[in-house]
């Protein structure tokens, strides 16, 4: 079975551009969870999609959103880049999304925003 | 609210040593599940172990094993043989049983690095 991918890899932006992340689950997964990791603060968590609605929100500014489609691929999206999106950001799918569901990461992709 | 800490920002093993990572936690949650995921340089985070907090045995799964000490709300990875391919960012993490959502925190991470 294939495993979480995410595209794209790498990404470089500048100040003030908006950028869209993808994120494909393993198949029959149906929550995708967001995260971005930086050095200083760790993972913080984005935002959860289960059946095409986010039912969890962590505490990021609106200008980060995200939705899902029906066949439960996920994207992201970050409007007006600050230099501090510099990041990591790991996409995380599971079966059902209830807790304590484990969760299986992509590879991520590394944005930087110049 | 739930915290995962993880005190030790990193450590060296010999190669075939076996190696503890600490994590301890906090919750008001009476059900809860505790991960440990591996990050090496390439970025992929790695499922490695899983421990529910009812589950009365500790945890095993081929080379990692967590030492599971629920009143001194404990989560220990530990690693036994240790291979140069486990140098790697380490992640403690926990998840509530209820909720009906993904709710998952994460320590900071442990840092091992094995030494041939």
């Known amino acids: 079975k294939a495993g979480v991918t995410q595209t794209p890899r790498y990404l470089i932006k500048t100040r003030g551009q908006q950028v869209t992340l993808s994120c494909s689950p393993i198949s029959g997964h149906r929550s995708v969870s967001w995260y971005q990791q930086t050095p200083g603060q760790g993972l913080q968590f984005l935002f959860e999609?289960?059946?095409?609605?986010?039912?969890n929100k962590g505490n990021f500014p609106g200008r980060f959103s995200g939705r899902q489609f029906s066949n439960s691929r996920s994207e992201m999206n970050v409007s007006t880049l600050e230099l501090g999106d510099s990041a990591l950001y790991l996409c995380?799918?599971?079966?059902?999304?209830?807790?304590?569901?484990?969760?299986?990461f992509g590879p991520g992709t590394r944005l930087t925003v110049l | 609210a739930q915290k995962i800490t993880q005190t030790q920002p990193g450590m060296f093993v010999q190669e075939k040593e076996a190696v503890t990572l600490d994590c301890t936690y906090d919750t008001s949650d009476p059900s809860y599940g505790l991960f440990w995921y591996k990050q090496p340089s390439s970025g992929e985070m790695i499922f490695l172990i899983y421990q529910g907090s009812y589950d009365q045995q500790n945890a095993t799964e081929g080379r990692y094993s967590l030492n599971f000490q629920k009143a001194r709300k404990s989560a220990n990875l530990v690693i036994s043989a240790s291979q140069l391919g486990d140098s790697a960012m380490y992640f403690c993490?926990?998840?509530?049983?209820?909720?009906?959502?993904?709710?998952?925190?994460f320590g900071i991470g442990t840092k091992l690095q094995v030494i041939p």
């Open positions: 999609y289960f059946s095409e609605t986010q039912r």
């Open positions: 995380a799918s599971s079966l059902a999304g209830q807790g304590p569901d484990t969760q299986y």
């Open positions: 993490a926990m998840s509530p049983l209820s909720g009906g959502y993904q709710k998952v925190t």
